[in-house]
């Protein structure tokens, strides 16, 4: 009980003094607005695992729906649909070769991003 007690009081100041220099600076470099909110929506998208193993598989391969639905023994449904996904939120792009449509990632900052995320939950 004790514990419980004083971890809440740790995350509060016990005395209220502002440091508007810092408080100013930190304001100043803070994104506008919309930016902070299609950041969050971008994450959003990282939040299903479904996908990141799409991003996987395209990582060593561009491949068509019927190939990534074979090697993550899913349904073209389902891949398709996260496709969309992916595709909408500018992770990966689509070319058409012949009667089938080939996707692979947009750019090598996805891979970056999901290479930060694995290091931090590596450590």
Known sequence: MERDRKERYEEVCQEVHVHEDVVNFVTGEMPEEETLYDLAELFKVFGDTTRIKILYVLFES??????????????????????????????????????????????????????????????
């Open 62 to 123: 561009d491949m068509c729906v019927c190939d990534i639905a074979a090697a993550l023994n899913m349904g073209q449904s389902a891949i398709s649909h996260q496709l969309r996904v992916l595709k909408q939120a500018q992770l990966i792009k689509s070319r058409r070769d012949g009667k089938q449509v080939i996707y692979s990632l947009a750019d090598d900052h996805v891979r970056t991003i999901i290479n930060n995320g694995m290091e931090h939950i590596m450590e």
